[in-house]
T-cell receptor, first 120, second 116 residues
Framework: AQKVTQAQTEISVVEKEDVTLDCVYE???????LFWYKQPPSGELVFLIR??????QNEISGRYSWNFQKSTSSFNFTITASQVVDSAVYFC?????????????????FGQGTILTVHP | EAGVTQFPSHSVIEKGQTVTLRCDPI?????LYWYRRVMGKEIKFLLH????????ESGMPNNRFLAERTGGTYSTLKVQPAELEDSGVYFC??????????????FGQGTRLTVV
């Protein structure tokens, strides 16, 4: 069975601080996908990143960066120089690979989410 | 391009009543998923449609829940009769299917269901 753990329930930081959201996963699959979603106050889940299990390269997108470490089954998310607009609930998720050659992802298993509050 | 749309955004019903939630996926997306988040817990998978067919309904909690996707377009999720523990936020998501790594799942804003 797949499982995703986000141990940090709530994080509070002051603007311009860096913050790291932790995500640890469990799966027996050798091919899988990892995701991060952001849920702003408006409620919808906004896709941030997808990473497949064969690609351990870290990724940076503006102030966002992701650190994928298969050895520790972790996929942590760092926001550099946080801003008030980053305040949201952040979800880490895991998906099995399905389809021919594991080319598609299936249903998502989510963590419980981390509430991030950035104060001015 | 319109995103995933869910109706209603909020619903308050009494225990024992029936409620129908609707999801309009992004046009052309064959995959449609329903998820639910109950009381601050994790978001849990309910079921997955590929076009009009149920691909996986392993997450449906019980037979009080009925999902349909007639014609492979919009989907409805009916809860009949509703119980207190059904309260939560119901999310719908859609994605395209492709030979290569497909696009991510786009989520709607959710329907907040409160059963009193």
């Amino acid at each position: 069975a797949q499982k995703v753990t986000q141990a940090q329930t709530e994080i509070s930081v002051v603007e311009k601080e860096d913050v790291t959201l932790d995500c640890v996963y469990e799966t027996r699959d050798t091919t899988y996908y990892l995701f991060w979603y952001k849920q702003p106050p408006s409620g919808e889940l906004v896709f941030l990143i997808r990473r497949n299990s064969f690609d351990e390269q870290n990724e940076i997108s503006g102030r966002y960066s992701w650190n994928f470490q298969k050895s520790t089954s972790s996929f942590n998310f760092t926001i550099t120089a946080s801003q008030v607009v980053d305040s949201a609930v952040y979800f880490c998720a895991l998906s099995e690979a399905i389809g021919a050659g594991g080319t598609s992802y299936g249903k998502l298993t989510f963590g419980q989410g981390t509430i991030l509050t950035v104060h001015p | 391009e319109a995103g995933v749309t869910q109706f209603p955004s909020h619903s308050v019903i009494e225990k024992g009543q029936t409620v129908t939630l609707r999801c309009d996926p992004i046009s052309g997306h064959d995959n449609l998923y329903w998820y639910r988040r109950v009381m601050g817990k994790e978001i849990k998978f309910l079921l997955h449609f590929v076009k009009e067919s149920k691909q996986d309904e392993s997450g449906m909690p019980n037979n009080r829940f009925l999902a349909e996707r007639t014609g492979g377009t919009y989907s409805t999720l009916k809860v009949q009769p509703a119980e207190l523990e059904d309260s939560g936020v119901y999310f719908c998501a859609s994605s395209q299917e492709g030979l290569l790594m497909n696009t991510e799942a786009f989520f709607g804003q959710g329907t907040r269901l409160t059963v009193v």
